[in-house]
């Protein structure tokens, strides 16, 4: 089976011959590739915040009636008794709940580094009874995620501190755009500012390998449509047998590209939903109104895997 993405490239209305014949990218290069490195990174964070997992876990939390009722009745025992076990139901996914009631923490259950938090009210028939702040995401669950998915490496800072990451030596202090050498390879930082637990900020780092002569030579157009194909690749490679998760697949690369995705095999469909009548191997599609750059990737033939991505 055999595997091909489509990812957006140029943009909108650019033709294919204009971006084969536009200038190369050189110094833009480097934060080229970042702006599709953090794009992902940012994607996987705001899914930590507002994706489906939260907002059932907030549910959870908001329905849970032991710890409603507990706060209702003032019992600081049975709240943390409560808390406790939200937080250790097998399956569901919270790492950390602080619950407060009158601006006292009556308990605060979970890992130490913490990031992504939501807060919001505890009701209890009708009344407020406290409040609450959780997260369904560790500080290391987010680096793995984004380094599987970019293969870019990643620190996280606190207070201008480093506290944790993939590069290493870190470096004591980061600007976005500053030009980085550890370990005598430089990268280019790429900052995201993050929200820490139960509040503060963290800085997220990503340190994008300066660009090669011979990527810099490319278009920024082509350059971008590397990075998506190392994206894609990078993802892939997280599904094993590859050929058994397929909707996973589609599913992931949605939801890091902001794009659609589908696996065919010829004419036959495999995973994902409606899709452009045609899809080429390379190139630019219509579809929805608007305009698709095509990056083709084929890992197992005769199966293919589209991702499509919005031109910018």
């Known amino acids: 089976m055999a595997i091909c993405l489509l990812v957006t490239a140029v943009s909108c209305g650019t033709s294919i011959q204009a971006v084969r014949a536009s200038s190369a990218c050189g110094p833009a290069s480097t934060a080229t590739l970042a702006s599709v490195y953090g794009s992902v990174a940012?994607?996987?964070?705001?899914?930590?915040?507002?994706?489906?997992?939260?907002?059932?876990?907030?549910?959870?939390?908001?329905?849970?009636?032991?710890?409603?009722?507990?706060?209702?009745?003032?019992n600081v025992g049975a709240v943390r008794e409560a808390v406790h076990k939200i937080v250790y139901?097998?399956?569901?996914?919270?790492?950390?709940l602080r619950v407060i009631?009158?601006?006292?923490?009556?308990?605060?259950?979970g890992g130490p580094y913490i990031i992504a938090p939501v807060s919001g009210a505890?009701?209890?028939?009708?009344?407020?009874?406290?409040?609450?702040?959780?997260?369904?995401?560790?500080?290391?669950?987010?680096?793995?995620?984004?380094?599987?998915?970019?293969g870019v490496?990643?620190?996280?800072?606190?207070?201008?501190?480093?506290?944790?990451?993939?590069?290493?030596p870190a470096p004591s202090s980061v600007?976005?755009?500053?030009?980085?050498?550890?370990?005598?390879?430089?990268?280019?930082?790429?900052?995201?500012?993050?929200?820490?637990?139960?509040?503060?900020?963290?800085?997220?780092v990503l340190f994008v390998p300066n660009a090669s002569g011979a990527v810099a030579a490319q278009s920024c157009a082509d350059v971008t449509?590397?990075?998506?194909?190392?994206?894609?690749?990078?993802?892939?490679?997280r599904f094993s047998p590859l050929s058994a998760n397929y909707q996973?697949?589609?599913?992931?690369?949605?939801?890091?590209?902001?794009?659609?995705?589908?696996?065919?095999?010829?004419?036959?469909?495999?995973?994902?939903?409606?899709?452009?009548?045609s899809l080429p191997q390379s190139g630019i599609v219509g579809y929805r109104g608007r305009s698709w750059s095509v990056f083709s990737w084929e890992p197992s033939p005769p199966a293919r895997v589209y991702l499509l991505t919005p031109l910018a």
């Open 153 to 168: 490496p990643i620190d996280l800072y606190r207070g201008g501190s480093f506290l944790m990451g993939t590069l290493t």
């Open 89 to 96: 139901t097998p399956h569901w996914h919270i790492v950390r």
């Open 175 to 204: 600007s976005d755009g500053q030009s980085v050498v550890v370990s005598g390879r430089s990268y280019q930082a790429h900052v995201l500012d993050t929200l820490a637990f139960p509040s503060g900020t963290l800085k997220a």
């Open 225 to 237: 449509l590397r990075a998506w194909g190392d994206v894609a690749r990078h993802i892939a490679s």
């Open 248 to 277: 996973a697949l589609v599913d992931t690369l949605q939801g890091s590209s902001g794009g659609f995705a589908y696996v065919r095999a010829g004419s036959q469909r495999l995973a994902g939903g409606a899709a452009p009548a």
């Open 101 to 109: 009631q009158n601006g006292h923490v009556l308990a605060d259950v």
């Open 122 to 150: 505890l009701r209890w028939h009708g009344r407020t009874v406290g409040s609450f702040v959780t997260s369904v995401q560790d500080d290391i669950g987010y680096v793995k995620l984004v380094s599987r998915f970019t």
């Open 42 to 74: 940012q994607r996987i964070y705001n899914g930590e915040l507002h994706g489906n997992e939260v907002g059932v876990d907030i549910a959870r939390i908001t329905g849970y009636k032991p710890l409603l009722s507990a706060l209702a009745s003032s």
